[in-house]
């Protein structure tokens, strides 16, 4: 009768602790902002102009993934005005990698635009999922004007539901600029600033998730055991 009520008492500490967990893991996705996740990465190359899309995307990620190349990887809370100098102090031979994640509704899927205003004295390129928008080689100088094309990325794609990352390579020889990134979704026109208040679907963070699915793991084996 003792080890009866000894293993149920404990059933019952064990199945509240999990539910905690759980709680908290749900907390953490309900609670968490609407918002892509940007990351800057940038390096020192002496590197030219490049002669497509894939040699750019290339040529950025050997400099990064040198471990003497390297001013610094940063986590982004907004997409604009963002310079090498800025961040990391260097204004001279950069290597830019943008990488923005974000996930799309089902009711989003369908025609996404993005677009970049961007400091590449070399040009750079545009990638969503691995796949090249399109690339240019001319000096671009966005200077905070959309006005002339040949300065900014302006491309349109069809995104399905799921996750998405956008990722922008460029190449700057001298005086970096600011840069900008902009999106609208199927269901808008009015282009939006990715940020940490963007709007987009979240991704929710990889701890979380083991954490929500560890929960929901321990209370079926409890409930097996019982």
């Not at 893991?25 to 968490?32: I, K, N, R, T, Y």
């Not at 750019?56 to 993934?65: D, G, R, T």
């Not at 460029?170 to 208040?197: I, M, N, P, R, W």
Request: glycine share 12%.
């Amino acid at each position: 009768m003792l080890k009866n009520t000894m293993k149920k008492f404990l059933t019952k500490i064990n199945t509240n602790l999990l539910l905690s967990v759980t709680a908290t893991a749900l907390l953490a996705l309900s609670s968490q902002a609407n918002a892509s996740l940007i990351t800057l990465s940038t390096a020192y190359s002496a590197a030219g102009v490049q002669t497509n899309a894939n040699a750019y995307k290339s040529v950025v990620s050997a400099a990064i993934a040198s471990p003497t190349k390297g001013y610094g990887t940063q986590t982004l809370s907004n997409l604009n005005n963002i310079s090498n100098h800025g961040l990391f102090g260097s204004n001279s031979n950069i290597v830019f990698d943008f990488e923005i994640n974000f996930n799309v509704k089902a009711i989003e899927a369908g025609n996404w635009a993005f677009r970049a205003g961007v400091d590449f004295g070399k040009g750079g390129a545009v990638f969503v999922d691995g796949n090249a928008l399109g690339y240019k080689t001319n000096d671009m100088w966005w200077g905070g004007s959309y006005s002339n094309p040949s300065q900014f990325f302006n491309y349109t794609t069809s995104l399905s539901a799921g996750n998405h990352t956008l990722s922008i390579y460029g190449l700057e020889g001298c005086c970096d600029g600011g840069t900008q990134a902009q999106f609208h979704g199927a269901k808008s026109t009015a282009f939006k600033t990715f940020s940490s208040a963007d709007g987009i679907n979240p991704i929710p963070e990889p701890a979380t998730i083991g954490l929500l699915g560890l929960g929901f793991l321990g209370i079926a084996s409890i409930r097996r055991k019982a």
